[in-house]
Every structure is written in C-alpha cells, then in structure tokens.
C-alpha cells in the first residue's frame, strides 16, 4: 500500500525556472510533511517541511504547497539552478515519538544550462 | 554533515552470512530510525529505537534484527542473507523538531553476492 506516491519519476528543467515537484498522499492521518533532496552515495537531506494545518511554507527559493482537500502537495524551486539536480523525496509522517517517515519513490530532477 | 555517522559505507558479502550495520546518532538525539533502500525505491521504514528501547516496527524481516545502546548508538544485524537484501541501509535520528524532521546518515550499501 503506497501511502505516499510520487508519479513523475523525473523531471528536466531550465535554468532559472520554476521546478514543480508533485506528491500526492492517502492517508489523511498525517500530520506532517516533509521534502528531502538526495545526492548519489550520500544520504537523504532535509530541505523543507510543513504541518498540516498549513498550505503554505516558504524558505528561501524553496517553498511547499499543501492541498489537504486533494491530498496532494507540491515543491516548487525558484529560480532553479544547477546545484538542485538530485532526487527529491517526498515524506510523510504523524504526531508523536513513534513518527516514522513514509516515503515517495522520488523524482529526479535534472536542471539544464 | 547531518552529524549521523554509519559504518561501514560498504560491504560486500556472501549469501548465508551475518554482518551488522552500526550508526551514531546526532549529539543529543535519542531516537534512531533505520530505514532500507532498494533499487531506485524510496525508502522503506524498519524500525525506531528510543532511547534504548523498539518504538515501532516497520516491514522488518524477521532475520533481521537491531538494538540501541546506553551510548545511544545503534545496530542493525542482518543474517542469512539472500540476494534480494542488498540495498542501501540509512541510519537517521531526530530530537523531537517541530515537523519530526530527521536527519539521515550517508548510508551503508550492502551488497549480496
């Protein structure tokens, strides 16, 4: 049972574009969610999150979309630049100290001169 | 640096045999959550220790085993291992932030032979 589901598995983008990384979920239990950016042979690094009570969470060029009613949020990377090529995971978790990660399958994004 | 440390990076192995992934937490951080990467997959959960004790279980193989030390250090014993076990194992550990953020070593890749 995928709870978390990232259906494009890649992306190309311009540099200087906007990059929109898409993730759509079907637990509506969760409480939190959470973006990671993954270099080859390196682990999982944090990038941005937010709670549920939100729609919105900006840091920097990055900012996250929340649509509790379609269940569904989105990254978007502005301006995009050579350095974000990596895999984006999208990750989910609940309240409390029990609180796993659920994970999407990741979309790779490639960023072009 | 996320401040998660993991050894070995590599390990290459035979099937049948028994081998143990270790992980140090980030300074203060009492849980650790162990997760396993196959394939181009997203991560799937195994298990959270806390502060010594199992939280929670995650589709962890039964020949698969882990443990959380006073020092707060972790262990992940894999044995009679199969072909299909060989992935990228991530440690990561968290102190409670305000999204259940947690912070990813660079992994393990473990390889079956």
């Known amino acids: 049972d995928q709870q978390v589901k990232q259906n494009s598995p890649s992306l190309s983008v311009q540099e200087g574009r906007i990059s929109i990384l898409n993730c759509d979920y079907t637990n509506s239990m969760f409480d939190y969610f959470l973006w990671y950016k993954k270099y080859p042979a390196e682990g999982p690094t944090f990038l941005i999150s937010?709670?549920?009570?939100?729609d919105k969470n900006e840091d920097g060029r990055f900012t996250v979309f929340l649509n509790k009613s379609a269940k569904h949020l989105s990254l978007h990377i502005v301006p995009s630049q050579p350095g974000d090529s990596a895999v984006y995971f999208c990750?989910?978790?609940?309240?409390?100290?029990?609180?796993?990660?659920?994970f999407g399958t990741g979309t790779r994004l490639q960023v072009t001169l | 640096d996320s401040g998660v440390t993991q050894t070995p990076k590599h390990l290459i192995t035979a099937t049948g045999q028994r081998v143990t992934l270790r992980c140090s937490p980030r300074?203060?951080?009492?849980?650790v959550y162990w997760y396993q990467q196959s394939l181009d997959q997203g991560l799937q959960f195994l298990i959270q220790y806390y502060n010594g004790e199992e939280r929670a279980k995650g589709n962890i193989l039964e020949r698969f085993s882990a443990q959380q030390f006073p020092d707060l250090h972790s262990e992940l014993n894999l044995s009679s291992l199969e072909l299909g076990d060989s992935a990228l194992y991530f440690c990561a550990s968290n102190g409670g932030g305000a999204y259940n953020e947690q912070f990813f070593g660079p992994g393990t890749r473990l390889t079956v032979l």
């Open positions: 300074s203060g951080d009492l849980s």
């Open positions: 990750a989910a978790s609940k309240a409390g100290t029990a609180s796993k990660l659920t």
């Open positions: 937010i709670s549920s009570i939100k």
